[in-house]
């Protein structure tokens, strides 16, 4: 277990160790993940991995505020801190990708490349019955209140504000893999056709067989997906700097 600290808040992360050839990948997963969600899959990305685990989380601390999503992507920044002063690749899942796009826009001179999984690039607000149907339901198994601090989940969807992230990752464009779930409404076709659109040099992936949990049925699919991608990222680098 590892800790990094943002302000008084304690942060727990995954972290796979090994080689980081440059640049570690720092994966925010979603809402009612925990780290440890990800031990099984983290060789298949063939480099060092970190996982977080934003306030409220799992082994993270739970304070009685800052749920924003400008605190909680600073969470995502004191993580990248505690592991590196350099690039990282950043990759997200569901309702983790706006806390880690508002961290990458304002540091955009750390990235070197962004996966997203089933979402798009907004901060979205919740309808209040969306507190019970998330915090009261299970989650790959297990009850979401043994993942997630009651109140820190009512803190963060209470928190949420609309805003949205799309015109300054187009005009951005980093390296980009985006993987849809058709199965799920996070991405309806609508917004698959912007992705398709205003990111002509992505790498867009549809898992027809997934529901939004991405990482069914098979686990290591989008692993593997993010893998190739950051391996080219760092190859088109090498070549540029050479």
């Known amino acids: 277990m590892s800790f990094a600290t943002n302000g008084a808040t304690r942060l727990h992360y995954l972290d796979s160790g090994g080689d980081d050839r440059g640049a570690p990948i720092v994966f925010v997963p979603g809402f009612t993940c925990v780290a440890d969600d990800y031990t099984e899959v983290l060789p298949v990305f063939g480099r060092r991995v970190v996982v977080v685990e934003l306030r409220g989380h799992g082994r993270s601390d739970a304070p009685g505020s800052g749920y924003d999503s400008t605190t909680l992507a600073s969470d995502v920044g004191a993580v990248v801190d505690a592991v590196t002063d350099g690039p990282v690749h950043l990759v997200t899942f569901s309702r983790g990708t706006p806390y880690a796009l508002l961290w990458a826009l304002a540091h955009r001179d750390r990235i070197r490349s962004v996966s997203i999984g089933d979402y798009i690039p907004e901060e979205i607000t919740l309808p209040p019955e969306a507190v019970s149907f998330l915090l009261d339901g299970r989650w790959r198994g297990t009850p979401v209140s043994e993942r997630v601090n009651r109140a820190a989940g009512e803190a963060i969807i209470a928190a949420a504000r609309r805003q949205s992230f799309w015109e300054p990752l187009a005009q951005w464009q980093p390296p980009l893999l985006v993987v849809r779930s058709p199965n799920s409404p ?31 049925p098979d686990r290591q699919r989008y692993p593997a997906l993010v893998r190739a991608h950051v391996d080219a990222v760092d190859a088109a680098l090498t070549v540029t700097q050479e």
């Open 186 to 216: 996070l991405v309806p076709q609508q917004a698959w056709d912007r992705y398709h659109a205003e990111f002509p040099t992505a790498s867009l992936h549809v898992f027809a067989d997934s529901p939004h949990d991405i990482f069914r």
